[in-house]
């Protein structure tokens, strides 16, 4: 599974933004697929994840704006970026990640950066 992230670029404070992640493969509705962001001088921290169950999380700073969702025919999470502000300008990085059999599988893209600025 090698995630491809797109859709990033400038978006207006309180503007909307759609990222994509593709994931190749085909045991893509078996893996967690989350996005993570990291700006300048930060570490990288968790956005929004998605299990292979369904179930979501979202940090608290996106909660309520920020919404992940996955198509498992097209292989590809997208993550639905509304009233961003200034503090999400970030490189936004996708992961699919599984354990089978004990063992750990942990993919990340490439990043796509996302400013936010008016």
């Known amino acids: 599974v090698q995630p491809v992230e797109s859709g990033g670029g400038l978006v207006q404070p309180g503007g909307s933004l759609r990222l994509s992640c593709a994931a190749s493969?085909?045991?893509?509705?078996?893996?967690?697929m989350g996005w993570y962001r990291q700006a300048p001088g930060n570490k990288r921290e968790l956005v929004a994840v998605i299990r292979s169950g369904g179930s979501t999380n979202y940090a608290d700073s996106v909660k309520g704006r920020f919404t992940i969702s996955r198509d498992s025919a097209k292989n590809t999470v997208y993550l639905q970026m509304n009233s961003p502000k200034p503090e999400d300008t970030a490189v936004y990085y996708c992961?699919?990640?599984?354990?089978?059999?004990?063992?750990?599988?942990?993919?990340w893209g490439q990043g796509t950066q996302v400013t936010v600025s008016s």
């Open positions: 992961n699919a990640y599984q354990v089978r059999v004990g063992v750990s599988y942990d993919y």
């Open positions: 493969g085909s045991t893509f509705t078996s893996y967690d």
